[in-house]
């Protein structure tokens, strides 16, 4: 088993960063590729960004390329999610997920352990 939970949402102004973790708990989770998910209101899961059990590989959704950076410390059992200049249209509430595949995919049900999500709010 793999449980995680995500911090470092908040109300933040556009233009704004943010630091998002994903701590893990589970002696399996170096071997997990993970993958960052937010859900809108009023719209549709999505994928964000992956990375690979390793580091080594990262996938980055185009509306979020360029802004946002994940990266993690197998060391800290933590995923993390850099975001830089922060839209209104990035306001959701963001999920880490894991999959005992060692690289991440952008397909939802491939992932079988996800956290309870972190509010991210950007004011304009």
């Known amino acids: 088993q793999v449980q995680l939970v995500e911090s470092g949402g908040g109300l933040v102004q556009a233009g704004g960063s943010l630091r998002l973790s994903c701590a893990a708990s589970g002696r399996t989770f170096s071997s997990c590729a993970v993958a960052w998910f937010r859900r809108a209101p009023g719209k549709e899961r999505e994928f964000v960004a992956g990375?690979?059990?390793?580091?080594?590989?990262?996938d980055y959704a185009d509306s979020v390329k360029g802004r946002f950076v994940v990266s993690r410390d197998n060391g800290k059992s933590t995923v993390y999610l850099q975001i830089t200049v922060l839209k209104p249209e990035d306001t959701a509430v963001y999920y880490c997920a894991a999959t005992t595949r060692y690289a991440s995919t952008r397909a939802s049900n491939a992932y079988g352990y996800w956290g309870q999500g972190t509010q991210v709010t950007v004011s304009s």
């Open positions: 990375i690979s059990a390793g580091g080594g590989f990262t």
